[in-house]
């Protein structure tokens, strides 16, 4: 806090009167203590408020926790950390780098680093990666980025996890200096430790290459140190989010134009900066190990996730929304589809069912023409059997015996056509035209009760889509039960009437009537009237009506029984007309 209050106050004299310059705070990693920090870095702080004259740049050294704190509480304005701390904290708080430290080591100069992995030269067993299984492994700590997690990178793409397929992994910090030694002295089978060390220990004498083996060797033109992994870029020099880029950019220029043989570069073990490398790779490790910024794929934080692929998350649901909704109308489609098919088997079905009460019905059907065969045939033979036989009666006769043969095949034909789905015979057709087929079928019945047929035509010219056999039919069963009731109520009343009248129903319909002059149905009757095998005569089946509602409804119409204006029974059917 003090230091922000600083801060604010050198800003606030930057910004006045006083020639006081505004200070700046750079916070660096200090991993081998704060005066190794101050000693390394404190030439480059000088170096920047010479060049950029109305700040003063101060060094404030830090732990990798305090780093965290203070840049989270945007007490710092600059931040010099190592590359795994800087792509921790670019995730956490957006803080950006400016450039990349070119290191000066052994003489040479170099931007990446990698990590080495190596053995004792004269070990039994190990030349390669792969051989590591099984054997002791030592590092400096399970959060050293050079230190061990670029090892553990490449253990793992090699099917190794260094926590639980080794024999010992062993951890014992800095200096890395200790891991070398334990190696060569078989102490442990192998190291690992950052490039450029071991060249390091073998310049001073410590080491001789040649006692090393290194695991993994690896090449590259452009660096010089033995190394068993990919390379990383080398420490950046970040702005926090708040600091203005206007300063940003000129504190980025200055560190470029760093010397390379000048007293900030050689302080901190450099030849200067060059402009910002890709830290990528570093967040591909991160990723692929599931540690730092990337520590909630192992164990999955909601929120964290949410962050870092809302996009995603947002897009996929999206797609799984549209899917849905896709499925849900491809479903429907589908639900429609099959109930319309169930509509049509329904309708089938009952077209067969009533295909039982049609074969019970065929009977009653075809008893009448059979009948009137019979009779006009054995009329026939007793005209022939005359001395002189009137030929004209002769040929009525055996004509109406045709007409009744042929009557019988149509039933039987429409039979099939009844079953048969689909497939109904439907026409246009007039239905005045049905009328005068039913009447002569029922002549000589008419004939011989002396009944009056009257038909009344008041739509002339009403034309039907329907099956003509059918409404004959409908026709014939209307007409018999009339010509029934008639028969009954007095074979010897001299007014027997039947009446057919076409006059215009609802809008769209046809009415058809048949009246008789006979009594008026009981209750108890009309109640049953339309009921399969429902009758109140001895010799009926009680399937004439129930038949004629199957065919009038199949052809989109309806029967009904009813007292006419003169209060005479009457059975009316309707049918949309065309
Ligand atoms: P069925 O003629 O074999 O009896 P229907 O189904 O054609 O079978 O008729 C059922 C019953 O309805 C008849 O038995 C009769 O009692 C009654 N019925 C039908 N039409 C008339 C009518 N015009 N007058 C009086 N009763 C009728």
């Not at 305090?66 to 921790?88: A, K, P």
């Not at 870092?308 to 899917?323: H, K």
């Not at 509602?549 to 989109?556: A, C, K, N, T, Y």
Request: a negative charge; one cysteine or more.
């Amino acid at each position: 806090m003090p230091l922000l209050a600083l801060a604010m106050v050198a800003d606030i004299g930057a910004a006045g009167a006083t020639d006081e310059p505004a200070e700046k705070v750079i916070g660096v990693l200090a991993f081998r203590g704060d005066d190794a920090a101050i000693m390394r870095w404190s030439a480059t702080a000088r170096y920047l408020s010479e060049r950029i004259g109305d700040y003063r740049f101060r060094i404030v050294p830090l732990t990798l926790e305090g780093m965290s704190n203070q840049v989270e509480t945007d007490r710092l304005d600059f931040i010099l950390t190592n590359t795994g701390n800087y792509v921790m904290l670019e995730n956490a708080f957006g803080i950006s780098r400016l450039a990349t430290l070119k290191v000066r080591h052994l003489g040479e100069e170099f931007t990446q680093f990698g990590a080495v992995v190596f053995t004792r030269a004269g070990h039994p067993q190990l030349s390669r990666l792969e051989d590591l299984a099984d054997n002791s492994l030592m590092a400096v700590s399970e959060n050293a980025f050079g230190g061990f997690q670029m090892a553990w990178r490449e253990l793992k793409e090699i099917g190794i996890d260094p926590f639980s397929d080794l024999s010992q992994l062993r951890f014992i910090g800095f200096p890395q200096d200790d891991i070398v030694l334990s190696v060569v002295d078989g102490r442990v089978d192998a190291g690992t430790v950052r490039s450029g060390t071991l060249e390091r220990m073998a310049a001073d004498g410590l080491i001789s290459i040649d006692d090393i083996r290194v695991l993994g060797a690896r090449r590259s033109d452009t660096f010089p140190f033995m190394h068993s992994t990919r390379l990383y870029p080398e420490w950046p020099f970040a702005k926090a989010r708040h600091t203005p880029e206007e300063l940003a950019q000129r504190v980025a220029v200055a560190l470029l134009q760093m010397e390379s043989d000048s007293e900030a570069a050689s302080r901190a073990f450099a030849a200067g900066w060059t402009i910002p490398l890709d830290y990528g790779p570093v967040h591909e490790l991160f990723r692929e190990l599931e540690i730092g910024p990337y520590a909630y794929l192992s164990r999955p934080d909601p929120t964290l996730i949410w962050r870092e692929y809302r996009g995603w998350i947002l897009f996929i649901l999206l797609l799984v929304a549209l899917l849905l909704v896709l499925l849900y109308l491809i479903l429907r489609a589908e639900i429609n589809r099959r109930e319309q098919q169930h509509q049509v088997q329904l309708a089938h079905i009952a077209r067969v069912n009533s295909t039982g009460e049609m074969a019970a019905g065929i009977a009653h059907e075809l008893n009448q023409p059979l009948t009137a065969i019979l009779n006009y045939s054995s009329g026939c033979l007793r005209l022939l059997q005359k001395d002189r036989p009137d030929y004209r009666e002769l040929e009525s006769a055996i004509v109406q015996v045709g007409n009744n043969a042929r009557r019988a095949a149509d039933i039987i034909k429409s039979l099939r056509e009844f079953i048969k789905r689909d497939q109904l015979r439907q026409r246009d057709i007039e239905i005045r035209d049905c009328i005068e087929p039913a009447l002569e079928l029922l002549r000589s019945r008419l004939r011989q009760q002396q009944i009056q047929v009257e038909v009344c035509d008041e739509m002339d010219g009403a034309r039907i889509h329907a099956d003509r056999i059918q409404i004959e039919q409908v026709l014939v069963n209307l007409l018999q039960n009339a010509i029934d009731a008639l028969q009954a109520d007095g074979g010897n009343r001299a007014d027997k009437r039947i009446y057919i009248r076409i006059d215009d129903a609802d809008p769209g319909y046809v009415a058809v009537a048949v009246t008789d002059n006979g009594p008026a149905l009981s209750q108890q009757v009309v109640d049953h009237l339309f009921d399969p095998f429902f009758t109140t005569k001895p010799e009926g089946m009680g399937m004439g009506l129930s038949i004629s509602r199957s065919i009038i409804e199949s052809h989109g119409g309806t029967i009904e029984y009813l007292l006419d204006d003169r209060q005479l029974p009457t059975i009316r059917f309707i049918l949309p007309i065309v």
